[in-house]
């Protein structure tokens, strides 16, 4: 299985909206690090007519039918919540 470790970050404001309490405005994910599955173990052949190719089942299977190495894991690493005072975003 390939995983993603991937950063998040909320940014947070309060607005005249919303003065009770701060909402996010905007929410970034940064991709830290990707451990790839290896090759894929069950690839699938496709035919059109009289041409045939064989291809990786993340191509062309559902998620929960594709094998172990195809599969994608994404783990969240560090989640940060950062509010903006005084300025509305």
Do not use: S
């Amino acid at each position: 299985m390939t995983i993603h470790v991937v950063d998040i970050q909320h940014f947070t404001h309060t607005c005249p909206a919303w003065p009770d309490e701060p909402h996010p405005y905007d929410t970034r994910r940064t991709v830290i690090d990707v451990i790839p599955g290896g090759p894929c173990r069950t690839p699938v052949t496709i035919r059109c007519g009289d041409t045939t190719a064989v291809i990786p089942c993340y191509r062309h299977e559902p998620a929960d039918r594709q094998c172990g190495a195809c599969r994608i894991i994404v783990t969240q690493h560090t989640i940060t919540t950062r509010h903006l005072t005084g300025e509305a975003a």
